[in-house]
T-cell receptor, first 114, second 114 residues
Framework: NAGVTQTPKFQVLKTGQSMTLQCAQDMNHNSMYWYRQDPGMGLRLIYYSASEGTTDKGEVPNGYNVSRLNKREFSLRLESAAPSQTSVYFC?????????????FGSGTQLSVL | SQQGEEDPQALSIQEGENATMNCSYKTSINNLQWYRQNSGRGLVHLILIRSNEREKHSGRLRVTLDTSKKSSSLLITASRAADTASYFCATFRLSQGGSEKLVFGKGTKLTVNP
């Protein structure tokens, strides 16, 4: 049981390049999330998907787009990368979005934008 | 802004000692969760305490919740080098869309020296 799988683990981009971060979960969870983690800032929610076919903005959505491809997969796209998007990105999933739910996290993607 | 704020930001202790981390939050909550993050890894859920609970135990972990002070503490007893990690509290906050989203604090970095 792999849990939440993110690819790639590391990526270096030049300013203006685009890329897609992939995330897949095998726990049959309805809800999926993308967070970014910056030193001294904790984790901040970028986008989430409460269920297949729905997506919604979190705290810091600017510069990102998401696609909930199916129940398993939730991708995060940077259309034109900026140095401010240098961060560690985490995908997470939960059974639902209810307040008693715990999140399961992937191991992260370390992204550097030069 | 962060819903939960951990204190201290960093803590260094010797193996065998107890480690106490605190979390303060601003709004009313249904529950509060604690997560651990080992270096270079994703977050792992440790424990959830509901608003009507005052204390909860899980192995060497003891969590308390004081809703009147809007604060929680995580105690790790008889610490081990393997407990070295960052610890985050998290609470649900109502988003603009009307649904609840898990918001994390900035974390406490715990170092347990052998």
């Amino acid at each position: 049981n792999a849990g939440v799988t993110q690819t790639p683990k590391f990526q270096v981009l030049k300013t203006g390049q685009s890329m897609t971060l992939q995330c897949a979960q095998d726990m049959n969870h309805n809800s999926m999330y993308w967070y970014r983690q910056d030193p001294g800032m904790g984790l901040r929610l970028i986008y989430y998907s409460a269920s297949e076919g729905t997506t919604d903005k979190g705290e810091v959505p600017n510069g990102y787009n998401v696609s909930r491809l199916n129940k398993r997969e939730f991708s995060l796209r940077l259309e034109s990368a900026a140095p401010s998007q240098t961060s560690v990105y985490f995908c997470a999933s939960s059974s639902t979005t209810g307040s008693n739910e715990k999140l399961f996290f992937g191991s992260g993607t370390q992204l550097s934008v030069l | 802004s962060q819903q939960g704020e951990e204190d201290p930001q960093a803590l260094s202790i010797q193996e065998g000692e107890n480690a106490t981390m605190n979390c303060s939050y601003k709004t009313s909550i249904n529950n509060l969760q604690w997560y651990r993050q080992n270096s270079g890894r994703g977050l792992v859920h440790l424990i959830l305490i509901r608003s009507n609970e005052r204390e909860k135990h899980s192995g060497r972990l003891r969590v308390t919740l004081d809703t009147s002070k809007k604060s929680s503490s995580l105690l790790i007893t008889a610490s081990r080098a393997a407990d070295t990690a960052s610890y985050f509290c998290a609470t649900f906050r109502l988003s603009q869309g009307g649904s609840e989203k898990l918001v994390f604090g900035k974390g406490t970095k715990l170092t347990v020296n052998p």
